[in-house]
């Protein structure tokens, strides 16, 4: 191996441009790093996934996510989590969109692929040599072992960045699952695990950027929201939105006011009652039609954005913004 080509002096390192990694795909994957989307079954991961590298593949901008120039980049799709008829039905509307991405866009959907397996991983390398983009679908099917295990997480992710530096700026884009939470018969969560995503910690510690993705709503017609919940570099930021899929035509849009008509009646409603407890949620939630886990999800939504408080299992209180901050 020639190391000469991996050692940089501090003048060579000064020389890099300013404002963090190049992007590849601007906001979603930039050089030399590791995006992960994780969200919950049905969510819209793998359609978003996608979409994104079939737009890059043509050189296009979908919201706020565009390739420097215009230009289109090398982007290969690497499915274990299903089969070739998955992938198929979510490409239409891409290809209607951007049919120029054929030149630059490959799928490959092997039976396994182990990243903890030197062999399995060459051969991955060789399939990859020479695409600017490499989508990974999934992390659990893709492991080699058990995502739970720092261990077998630190030596996976090893092999995603070996593949990430196989090829000059290159960057990888991981798909991976939540966990899924438990709740009482109240609909109150009863696992309070602090991260929303499957397993050991540490891939959260291996990532650049993360996007989770979510059902704003039961049903699959509903939106999802799109939010950063990591972003290591200072120079990427982007405010969460929604998309809706169309199921008809596929078309994937996006929305910047991250509301529904639910989360909206929930807002309204503590923001007037002042303070809810579980036997509020269940009674407003029947009048409403609207079901405890969902409105127990905004009100959890609503702690995280700093307009309300948990002040027990199952109690939250509407704060005033305008009060606070005096």
Known sequence: MNNSEYEYTLSDLSQLPPGGPPPVIQNFVHAEQLTIIHGPPEAGKTYWAVLMSIMGAAGGNWGAFSTPNKTPVR??????????????????????????????FKAYIPPSV????????????????????VFLDSLSSMSGGNVSDQQHVDEAMDGVRRLKMAHPDRGVVLIHHDHRPKYDFRGDKIDEGEKSYSGSVMIEGHADIMW??????????????????KGRSRHINVDSFYV????????????????????TKVRNWISTAGQVG????????????ISRATVFKYLRDLVKEGLATNIKRGEYKWVDATQSEE
């Not at 891409?94 to 630059?104: K, L, Q, R």
């Not at 182990?114 to 983009?133: F, K, M, P, T, W």
């Not at 989770?212 to 919940?229: E, F, V």
């Not at 579980?278 to 039609?289: M, P």
């Open 75 to 104: 982007c290969i799709y690497v499915l274990t989590d299903g089969s070739k008829f998955d992938l198929a039905e979510r490409i239409e509307y891409g290809m209607t969109i951007w049919p120029s991405a054929e030149d630059n």
């Open 212 to 229: 989770h993705m979510t059902r704003s709503d039961p049903g699959k017609s509903a939106a999802a929201k799109l939010a950063m919940s």
């Open 244 to 263: 809706y899929l169309d199921n008809d035509t596929g078309a994937m849009s996006t929305q910047n006011y991250p509301e529904t008509t639910a989360s």
């Open 278 to 289: 579980s036997a509020d949620v269940v009674k407003w939630g029947e009048t409403n039609n």
């Open 114 to 133: 182990n990243l903890r397996s030197e062999r399995s991983l060459q051969s991955l390398i060789e399939v990859c040599a020479g695409y600017d983009v």
